[in-house]
């Protein structure tokens, strides 16, 4: 939860630098192993499946890590799709990965 609040914050006084716009940028992000890029990632792809959580089925018992590798994997194996509004690729990506019935 502290983790969370943390992101948060950078969110919130970091806008310019955090804020991923296209899925390019999203993948900047994503390839990131460790640091503030990773943590921003998480944050970015937690932020987008909380604020659209009604466009997408994620099953029970999914972690949040196993939904930010869905995204990661996605970003690194459609790379024409990289062009597009980043928050439309994490939703597309989850939604590939566990289709609503």
């Known amino acids: 939860m502290k983790r969370f609040v943390f992101i948060l914050a950078l969110i919130y006084l970091f806008p310019t630098i955090t804020l991923a716009k296209t899925g390019n940028e999203l993948k900047e ?3 990131a192993t460790s ?12 932020g ?16 949040r890590q196993q939904a930010i590798d869905v995204v990661r994997k ?3 194996d459609n ?3 990289l062009h597009q ?9 989850v939604k590939l990965a566990w289709p609503c019935k």
Do not use: I, Q, S
């Not at 509004?85 to 990506?93: K, M």
């Open 29 to 31: 992000l994503a390839v």
């Open 74 to 76: 996605y970003l690194m």
């Open 85 to 93: 509004p980043a928050d439309d690729l994490v939703v597309r990506a």
């Open 79 to 81: 790379p024409a799709t």
């Open 35 to 46: 640091g503030f890029k990773e943590d921003v990632f998480f944050g970015y792809v937690e």
């Open 48 to 63: 987008v499946l909380d604020a659209r959580f009604r466009e997408v089925c994620v099953p029970n018992g999914v972690t």
